[in-house]
C-alpha cells in the first residue's frame, strides 16, 4: 500500500511537466487536448499532491512504529516499497509498447 499512494501523484507530476515546463523548453510535445491552462492543476493539483505527501508520510511513520526497525534500515525499506509499484507500472508499459 506504501508506494501504491504515490503513483498517481507521481504520474500527475510526469503530465505537468511534460505539458507546461518541458514543452516550453522544446523537449516534448504537449497533449492535443490539454488546453485548460495552468489554473486548474493549481486548484485540483497542489491539494491532491499535499493530501497524498501527508498521507505517505503518516503511512511511513506508522510503518516504522509497528515494524521496529531502526531508522537506517527503514530508509531502506521504505525506498523500496514506495518505488516497487512504479516500477511495475513502467515496465509493464516499457513492454506493451516493445511488444
Not at 501504491?4 to 507521481?10: G, M, S
Not at 516550453?24 to 489554473?39: F, I, K, Y
Not at 514506495?82 to 513492454?95: C, K, M, R
Amino acid at each position: 500500500m506504501y508506494g501504491v499512494l504515490l503513483v498517481v501523484p507521481v504520474w500527475l507530476a510526469a503530465f505537468f511537466l511534460k505539458s507546461y515546463p518541458l514543452h516550453a523548453l522544446g523537449w516534448t510535445s504537449r497533449e492535443p487536448t490539454e488546453n485548460d491552462g495552468v489554473l486548474p492543476w493549481l486548484i485540483l493539483g497542489v491539494p491532491l499532491l499535499l493530501l497524498t505527501v501527508l498521507g505517505w508520510v503518516l503511512v511511513g511513520l506508522l510503518g516504522r512504529v509497528v515494524l521496529g526497525l531502526p531508522r537506517r534500515r527503514w530508509h531502506r525499506v521504505r525506498a523500496g516499497l514506495a518505488a516497487l509499484p512504479s516500477s511495475v507500472l513502467l515496465l509493464g508499459g516499457l513492454l506493451q509498447a516493445v511488444f
